[in-house]
C-alpha cells in the first residue's frame, strides 16, 4: 500500500524470535502486521485503537452457541495454543476444509531450527562431495570421508523425521482424519528415485582420468 503524503515511516529492531511471534500473531488480525503496528502505536499514544483499514477483514463472520462447558473447554484449549477462542475455532476450520496446518509459536520455533540444520548438514555434504570429486581425479582419498558422509545421510533422516513428527502431530491434534491429510504429488518419489538413479548410472560410466601417481613415465 502506498504512504499517503502526510505519513511517516517508523522502523524498529528486535529480536528475530520476538519479531516472528509478532508476524505469526499479525497474520491472524485485521490488516497483518503493518496495520497491527498502526493500532498499537495510535492506541499507545491516544489510548484507543484506530478502525481497521479499508479492504480488510472482509471474510463472513460465523456464530456459534456452546454450552458453558464447551466455551470453558475452547477457551482452555486457545491459551494452550497461545491464540484466542475465535482464532482456534478459526484454525479448526482451516484444517479440516483447506487440509493445512496451523502452527503455534513453539511450533514454528521447532520448524527453524530444524530448516537450520539441515541447511547446516547440506554445507557439510557439498564439501564431501567436492572432496570425493577431487579423490576420483587424483586417487587421494581423504580418510574417514565414508563416515561423514554416511553420518551426515543419518542427520538429514533424523530432521526429516522430526518434521514429519510435527506435520503429524499437528494434524493429530486438530483431527484430521489419516485419509484426508495431505499427499504428495503422485509418481513424485518414483520420480525422484528414478532420476537419482540414472544420475548414479552416469556417474559411473563417466571417463575418469588416471591418476598422475600411476602414469606411465
Same mark, same amino acid.
Given at each position: 500500500?502506498?504512504?499517503?503524503? @502526510?505519513?511517516?515511516? =517508523? ?14 500473531? !499479525? ?39 456452546? +454450552? ?5 473447554? =475452547?477457551?482452555? !484449549? ?10 482456534w475455532l478459526r484454525s479448526l476450520a482451516i484444517v479440516h476444509l483447506g487440509r493445512k496446518p496451523q502452527w ?11 530448516? +537450520? ?32 558422509? +554416511? ?27 489419516? @485419509? ?13 528415485? !528414478?532420476?537419482?538413479?540414472? !544420475? ?18
Amino acid at each position: 500500500m502506498p504512504r499517503k503524503p @502526510d505519513q511517516a515511516t =517508523l522502523s524498529v529492531h528486535v529480536e528475530q524470535g520476538l519479531a516472528a511471534r509478532f508476524q505469526a500473531w !499479525a497474520r491472524q488480525t485485521d490488516g497483518g502486521a503493518s496495520a497491527a503496528l498502526r493500532r498499537l502505536v495510535t492506541e499507545a499514544v491516544e489510548g484507543k485503537p484506530i478502525a481497521a483499514p479499508r479492504g480488510t477483514g472482509k471474510g463472513e463472520q460465523v456464530s456459534v452457541r456452546l +454450552k458453558k462447558d464447551e466455551r470453558r473447554a =475452547l477457551d482452555e !484449549a486457545a491459551r494452550e495454543r497461545a491464540t484466542t477462542p475465535a482464532n482456534w475455532l478459526r484454525s479448526l476450520a482451516i484444517v479440516h476444509l483447506g487440509r493445512k496446518p496451523q502452527w503455534t509459536t513453539a511450533e514454528l520455533d521447532e520448524l527453524r531450527e530444524v530448516f +537450520k540444520e539441515l541447511r547446516r548438514i547440506g554445507n557439510n555434504v557439498n564439501q564431501i562431495a567436492r572432496a570425493m570429486n577431487v579423490a576420483a581425479h587424483t586417487g587421494q582419498y581423504p580418510p574417514h570421508q565414508g563416515v561423514a558422509a +554416511k553420518e551426515a545421510a543419518e542427520a538429514i533422516r533424523d530432521d526429516m523425521g522430526r518434521v514429519v513428527a510435527l506435520m503429524t502431530g499437528n494434524f493429530d491434534y486438530w483431527g484430521l482424519p489419516f @485419509d484426508e491429510r495431505p499427499r504428495p504429488t503422485p509418481g513424485v518419489v518414483e520420480r525422484v528415485e !528414478a532420476e537419482a538413479k540414472a !544420475a548414479e548410472v552416469k556417474r559411473r560410466n563417466r571417463p575418469r582420468r588416471r591418476p598422475a601417481r600411476f602414469a606411465e613415465d
